[in-house]
């Protein structure tokens, strides 16, 4: 089956907060109507809705996201369905969006992520992003989950104290040029990161990427109707995904991130390109051992130094291949229904020379990961 071309000719992201003052219809709804406004697009024109949401079953006791955005939007009849991926859920609806079009089956879609995170028991509600019967009667969590990697990785290679916190120095330091970041004024150090307090040894607080609310959303379009709409559309050029064993303890190698590796070959295959083309890489670093080992598994790093890019300063705005370009999962926040659409929305401003002071040189491609659980799924979009 020949797919057709697709675009991105809107976006919406609303700013990532502690805690949003308006629940999720309206956030969602909010940021379709950023999109629509930006593509000049009436909400009569938009033919169909794909929505991401991890946590509303639990922590506002609420299903059937993508009807209830679309009703608050004003978007009556519309097709609109809610697509999952735990962790990576937005990436997920953009995929989902892409092969709707892409299939000539819809000729305008949007989709919209979004998350409240302020309220209830977030580690639990995490923690069913892992195996119900295997694992988290064990106690184990994301966090923990994480904490052992980055324990085997620090081993493994004899990583020194501290050689991860680069990531969320570069992150951070990213975010202070972003309005819509949750920390745009929190420029942290390496004795930052040690100092702060241990969540699950060896990870600490400025490990993790922070609880938050938020909102984003993109219009997708067939190529070839794109310029009826904006004169900057940016085309995704592949999308593909691939999973792992679920269980971390299954893996022969839990350091080989094998759904991360695989997705990005297929993606790479899809699009044609290689690694030498990635202008920049918006990688899922909710913590800091994630992005490093992101780094290796897509072939930017050999295993074991993933983490002397970050230390080395290639992963700075000004550096060989740019990461959290503003500000990441770290320091923009990871509002995780909506994060992979507000990764989306940054490349579209970086590849159209919207970034402001964050704005890279020569962005060229983009590459964006999303890892759902415990990199259990992996979801590779490319950009130009």
């Known amino acids: ?159 020194p104290e501290g050689g991860l916190a680069n990531f969320p120095i570069t992150a951070h330091a990213n975010a202070q040029h972003n309005p819509l970041a949750l920390f745009p004024d929190k420029p942290i150090t390496a004795e930052d990161v040690l100092a702060s307090r241990l969540i699950t040894p060896p990870l600490r607080l400025l490990d993790c990427a922070p609880i938050c609310d938020g909102a984003a959303a993109v219009i997708l379009v067939p190529t070839a109707h794109a310029r009826r709409y904006t004169d900057t559309p940016v085309q995704v050029i592949a999308s593909a995904t691939a999973t792992d064993r679920f269980r971390v303890a299954d893996r022969p190698r839990p350091l080989q991130l094998v759904a991360a590796e695989l997705s990005a070959q297929r993606a790479f295959a899809q699009a044609g390109v290689g690694l030498a083309d990635i202008g920049f890489f918006e990688l899922h670093d909710a913590f800091s051992i994630m992005a490093c080992l992101l780094l290796e598994a897509v072939g930017f790093a050999k295993a074991g130094e993933g983490w002397r890019m970050a230390a080395e300063g290639e992963l ?51 590459l964006l990961q999303s890892v759902g659980g415990a990199a259990a799924t992996v979801i590779t979009h490319l950009f130009r």
Request: hydrophobic share 45%.
């Open 1 to 159: 089956m020949s797919l057709r071309e697709v675009s991105i000719v809107g976006i919406g992201q609303l700013p990532v907060q502690k805690q949003a003052s308006h629940g999720l219809r309206e956030m969602g709804a909010e940021a379709v109507r950023l999109a629509l406004a930006e593509a000049g697009m009436e909400p009569a024109q938009l033919q169909a809705l794909y929505a991401s949401n991890m946590l509303a079953d639990e922590l506002q006791n609420q299903k059937h996201i993508a009807t209830l955005i679309a009703d608050e939007a004003g978007l009556v009849g519309v097709e609109a369905l809610e697509v999952r991926a735990a962790t990576a859920a937005g990436a997920a609806a953009l995929r989902v969006a892409y092969l709707a079009v892409a299939s000539g089956q819809v000729e305008t879609a949007v989709a919209v992520g979004v998350e409240q995170m302020s309220s209830g028991l977030v580690t639990s509600a995490l923690a069913k992003a892992l195996d119900a019967q295997r694992e988290v009667p064990d106690g184990k969590t994301l966090l923990s989950q994480n904490a052992w990697l980055m324990h085997l990785y620090q081993t493994q290679y004899g990583v």
């Open 316 to 366: 700075a705005l000004s550096g060989r291949l740019p990461i959290a370009t503003l500000g990441g999962l770290k320091a923009r926040g990871h509002p995780i229904g909506a994060t992979a659409l507000y990764q989306t929305c940054e490349i579209v401003r970086q590849l159209t020379g919207r970034a402001g002071h964050n704005q890279l040189s020569n962005p060229r491609t983009a």
